[in-house]
């Protein structure tokens, strides 16, 4: 499958996975096992089903090994939970993590 055809796939993924959630309120917890959402419906994965992390200045992208994709809101988030979630993903994440420096 040519590139673009593999970001059109993820792009269609992502759009369709932040749909099923809309501008819902959520609880995340996120811990040393896993990262549950609650809202209209609850996902739980443990940390070895994280592919990868993603963190830009408006959210965290946690791609999942079947291809999921879970998003955590940076704005929900204080200064003290923004760094709490960074350390509890550096040091349970397996995949691929990019964090934002600030």
Request: aromatic share 4%.
């Given at each position: 499958m040519p590139v673009v055809g593999v970001i059109l796939r993820y792009r269609w993924t992502w759009h369709?996975?932040?749909q099923d959630y809309g501008?819902?309120?959520i609880s995340a917890t996120v811990d040393g096992e896993s990262i549950r959402l609650r809202g209209r419906r609850d996902v739980v994965r443990r940390w070895?089903?994280?592919a990868y992390v993603d963190e830009s200045r408006r959210v965290f992208l946690f791609g999942t090994v079947n291809g999921s994709v879970l998003f955590l809101p940076r704005a929900a988030l204080?200064?003290?939970q923004l760094a709490e979630l960074r350390l509890l993903i550096l040091t349970n994440?397996?995949?691929?993590?990019?964090?934002?420096s600030d």
């Open positions: 369709r996975e932040f501008e819902r309120i070895n089903e994280i204080s200064h003290a994440a397996k995949g691929k993590t990019k964090l934002a």
